[in-house]
């Protein structure tokens, strides 16, 4: 990958994410800065309980669980595409889904990563076209073997 492409990224996450504040909406899908390799595909599904804690409480809010798709596009560089259903929890409540696409690309020796996904929440109430939003990100991995990593990951709104 060119150093104007990872240049390019790194500028447009920092900018993003200073410019529209650094939330990261509740999910379970923490990645690796690894990328798949050109024509093939990963496909991750995950579950995450959310829960409210204080000095008294220790309730349950919400389910999200979801799935990430990605697709090799090129050296280090794949297409993802992502669905989250939350689903709350108590009398009388629903839920809501959470539907990206975005580009991730990786550096040479997939240690560090950039993701910048598109998209929008629906559901009952919820208008899609309310709810644009654009989460850049950057994803940081320390691999120890083959097949463990030890990752971070900043992502802006």
């Known amino acids: ?56 409480e220790n309730e349950k809010i919400a389910d999200e669980f979801g799935i990430l798709a990605g697709i090799g596009v090129g050296n280090q560089a794949e297409l993802q595409l992502r669905y989250d259903r939350i689903q709350l929890t108590g009398e009388d409540e629903d839920g809501y889904n959470f539907t990206s696409l975005g580009p991730k690309f990786s550096t040479a020796n997939q240690r560090i990563a950039f993701i910048l996904p598109v998209g929008f929440y629906y559901g009952s109430g919820i208008s899609a076209g309310d709810t644009f939003q ?21 992502r802006g709104r």
């Not at 492409?5 to 529209?20: F, K, M």
């Not at 379970?28 to 093939?40: I, M, N, P, W, Y």
């Open 1 to 56: 990958m060119s150093r104007a492409v990872i240049l390019t990224a790194v500028v447009l996450c920092a900018g993003l994410c200073v410019w529209g504040g650094c939330f990261v909406p509740p999910s379970a899908s923490l990645q690796s800065a690894r990328t798949v390799d050109k024509e093939k595909a990963r496909l991750t599904p995950y579950w995450s309980g959310i829960r409210e804690t204080g000095e008294s």
């Open 134 to 154: 654009i989460h850049p990100g950057m994803i940081g991995t320390i691999p120890f073997a083959q097949t463990v990593d030890l990752r971070a990951e900043q």
